[in-house]
């Protein structure tokens, strides 16, 4: 990740005091890792807990986990509303690489990363954003939102 204009794929660091440490695991500072704005904790977390909760978030049940554990005590949601505002985020963040404006740097990025040529990493993202929009109105019919 470039420091002066990060790729929309990787998250942003942001700026935090020396002494800030991540609110859901408590051990990492500032000046030993990363640290970026996340939108379902609501708050700045390290990488490594934001990297743990985009794939614990895709889980079906809740995992037995400290990260977990401190994401719901940070936000006051549950793990359900959790899993909703990810949903959320994913799809607006892979819509906004659709965008005519955006789309063909998106997918010069991709193509770098995966070997996919342009019409079958549009697809790709269009078929993950159907995908995320079944999950998340599955959700939303279960009432996950608190």
């Not at 379902?40 to 390290?46: E, F, H, L, N």
């Not at 809740?62 to 554990?69: A, K, N, Q, T």
């Not at 990025?109 to 599955?138: C, M, N, P, Q």
Request: charged content about 30%.
């Amino acid at each position: 990740m470039s420091p002066t204009e990060p790729h929309p794929e990787e998250p942003a660091a942001v700026e935090v005091a020396s002494s800030y440490r991540c609110p859901l695991c408590t051990c990492c500072r500032a000046s030993e890792t990363l640290f970026v704005a996340n939108a379902v904790a609501g708050t700045k977390i390290c990488e490594g807990c934001s990297i743990e909760l985009s794939h614990f978030l895709e889980f079906e049940e809740r995992p037995s986990d400290p990260v977990v554990d401190a994401l719901e005590t940070v936000t006051g949601l549950s793990f359900a509303a959790c899993r909703l505002r990810y949903y959320r985020e994913a799809i607006g963040f892979l819509e906004a690489k659709l965008l005519a404006d955006r789309v063909d740097r998106e997918v010069s990025f991709e193509i770098v990363h995966t070997g996919r040529s342009r019409e079958d990493t549009i697809a790709h993202w269009r078929r993950v954003i159907d995908d995320y929009k079944a999950t998340l109105a599955r959700l939303e019919a279960g009432g996950g939102e608190q």
